[in-house]
């Protein structure tokens, strides 16, 4: 990625990111491509019956552990009543949703500000399908997962169509959690 240059006078910021920020550290990846090496973590706890609590703190990345987290960030996985829960939370599949949509919403709009384009407003409705009889282990030729998510984005941009477009399709093929969910991953579990 090449952050472009706005016609007439630079902005230091466009759609909310610094753009100063932006080309420094793309031009500290290019200079030394081990800052992009990062490793991402999550640590769970079962509370009781479909509850259990995620949190999120520490990473590694740009070269070194990161320490810009003073506490952790919490989430907590529920289920609804009819899948035996007590709505205590999002299911982990909504919270699939969730990654994916600001995922490639944050990747839209770097790539956006990259480009030089000014986003004015831009929103994103999931949807995505399951058959429970694949997580229940009814039915062996059904997948457990989704079969098929739909994401619809709304955009107001200072832009044409055609610009539009490249930039949803570009964003579609860079963005990270769009990339693990639409391809193969491996999963390694094992007992601690």
């Known amino acids: ?39 991402f973590r999550a640590k769970n ?8 609590r995620s949190t999120i703190r520490d990473f590694y990345g740009a070269g070194r552990e990161d320490d810009s987290r003073e506490t952790a960030f919490e989430f907590t996985n529920g289920e609804p009543p009819v899948l035996l829960g007590n709505n205590e939370g999002a299911n982990p599949v909504e919270y699939l949703l969730h990654a994916l949509a600001g995922c490639v919403t944050t990747t839209f709009v770097l790539h956006a500000m ?20 694949g997580l229940l282990g009814l039915d ?5 997962g989704y079969e098929e998510i739909r994401i619809r984005m709304h955009v ?22 769009c990339n693990t969910v639409c391809r193969p ?3 390694k579990l094992s007992r601690a």
Not at 114 to 133: C, F, K, N, V, W
Not at 140 to 144: A, E, R, T
Not at 169 to 174: K, L, N, S, T
Request: net charge negative; glycine share 8%; aromatic share 4%.
């Open 114 to 133: 990259a480009r030089g384009i000014e986003i004015h407003s831009l929103s994103t409705e999931l949807e995505g399908d399951m058959d429970l009889r």
């Open 140 to 144: 062996d030729s059904v997948s457990p």
């Open 185 to 187: 991953v491996p999963v």
């Open 45 to 52: 706890t079962w509370v009781g019956g479909g509850e259990n």
């Open 1 to 39: 990625m090449t952050v472009q240059p706005m016609a007439g006078e630079m902005k230091t910021t466009l759609n909310g990111l610094d753009v100063m920020a932006a080309s420094q550290t793309i031009g500290a990846i290019k200079a030394d491509e081990s800052l992009a090496r990062f490793q």
């Open 156 to 177: 107001d941009a200072a832009c044409s169509e055609e610009e539009l477009e490249d930039l949803m399709r570009y964003a579609e093929a860079h963005s990270p959690v």
